[in-house]
């Protein structure tokens, strides 16, 4: 099956630094989506980037599909930031969906 | 628009008993797909429903088992429970976005955390 691998998977910052999350994978996706998972557990969907480039505040998110890897950017990091950040990806299967997730980047920003 | 609900939030049950867990999707998603989470697996994909039917299944034995209702609200169930299924499960919800092709973002609910004692 599909190798989804995420670096680092750790990852501490100051308050107001930037950081860049990487996710690679082995094969052709139809879908790729970055979620934050909060203290609760719940999965927040921060992008769906198949491709290209997408912005939402100070976060950003790249994908080169051709070279099967996705970058996530978190600018000015706050402490509300601090949580684990998945990759997962679908891949072309007719007819259904099945994300398979990354291992996670654990995020941890002190003040 | 209400997101996907989970229910229970906890459970706690002992081994050799079973469990439901219910998951109730966005309204207009036909799609709800299951993961089990666990800190030596990760997230790991259980099943897919869509329109009542089961198109797609990982790689579980057989005591997991779910099913869809004609409202696509969705249950799973684990027979004989064991310790290793302690785990947080979450459901998500998708629809095909006929906007762009191919285009299916899946939304997750607030999962039910399950400890088997």
């Known amino acids: 099956g599909i190798q989804v691998e995420q670096s680092p998977p750790d990852l501490i910052l100051q308050e107001g630094a930037n950081s860049t999350l990487r996710c690679n994978f082995s094969d052709s996706v139809n879908n790729l989506q970055w979620f934050h998972q909060n203290p609760w557990g719940q999965l927040i969907n921060l992008f769906y980037i198949p491709s290209g480039t997408k912005q939402n505040g100070r976060l950003s998110a790249t994908t080169v599909a051709t070279e099967r890897y996705s970058l996530l950017y978190i600018s000015s990091s706050q402490t509300t930031d601090s949580g684990v950040y998945f990759c997962a990806v679908e891949i072309p299967r007719a007819g259904s969906y099945q994300l398979t997730f990354g291992k996670g980047t654990k995020l941890s920003v002190i003040p | 628009k209400a997101g996907v609900t989970q229910t229970p939030r906890y459970l706690i049950k002992t081994r050799g008993q079973q469990v439901t867990l219910s998951c109730s999707p966005i309204s207009g998603h036909r799609s709800v797909s299951w993961y089990q989470q666990t800190p030596g697996q990760g997230l790991q994909f259980l099943f897919e429903?869509?329109?009542?039917?089961?198109?797609n299944k990982g790689n579980f034995p057989g005591r997991f088992s779910g099913r869809q209702f004609s409202n696509s609200r969705s249950e799973m169930n684990v027979s004989t429970l064991e310790l290793g299924d302690s785990a947080l499960y979450l459901c998500?919800?998708?629809?095909?976005?006929?906007?762009?092709?191919?285009?299916?973002?899946?939304?997750f609910g607030a999962g039910t955390r399950l400890s088997v004692l």
């Open positions: 998500a919800s998708s629809v095909r976005d006929s906007r762009e092709r191919g285009k299916n973002i899946q939304y």
């Open positions: 429903y869509f329109s009542e039917t089961q198109r």
